[in-house]
């Protein structure tokens, strides 16, 4: 059996029905990356970079895995895809999104891979479900947890948990 790794994963997607989008890209998930250990609550959110689009659902994952992060980067690519992702445009609207936030305390950046997620500081849409999670998540380059990142965070854009038995 080879090492497991935990990777933490954004969810985001503005288009159709959100929420069974998400559902079946968690299923996914579970079948092509590994299993799914913590799941966030779903956090409705204000489009970022393009904000002529609608609201985002949200959502963040802890996710148990055997895989290298290319190969979950691989993984990532093919869910979206069948999902019926299309990437034309960038900050357009999508069917589904999934951004690799961590991979444990790991640190790489090549032409198609940065982990951690370059943009997480910036971006409340992505720590807010992450502060659900894993709080106390340090972040491998800038030292600090996910707490302290929220806390510093110059994003005023909405971020609103949705109550479980709301219609997303």
């Known amino acids: 059996m080879s090492k497991q790794s935990k990777t ?61 992060p290319v190969a979950v980067l691989k993984a990532i690519l093919e869910i979206e895809q069948a999902l019926g992702r299309t990437r034309q445009e960038k900050w357009d609207a999508r069917t589904i999104d999934i951004d690799l936030l961590f991979y444990d305390a790991n640190v790489l950046k090549t032409k198609d891979l940065t982990i951690p997620h370059p943009h997480l500081h910036e971006r409340n849409f992505a720590l807010v479900p992450m502060l659900e999670i894993a709080p106390n998540k340090q972040h491998p380059i800038l030292k600090k947890t996910i707490e302290e990142l929220y806390e510093a965070s110059d994003d005023d854009l909405d971020v609103v948990m949705l109550d479980e038995l709301e219609t997303v």
Do not use: C, M
């Open 8 to 68: 933490h994963l954004l969810l985001g997607a503005n288009l159709g029905d959100r929420a069974a989008t998400i559902a079946k890209a968690k299923g996914l998930i579970a079948q092509k990356i590994g299993e799914v250990i913590k799941t966030s609550s779903f956090y409705e959110t204000q489009p970022w970079g393009n904000p002529n689009q609608p609201a985002f659902l949200n959502q963040a994952l802890e996710v148990a895995t055997g895989l290298p």
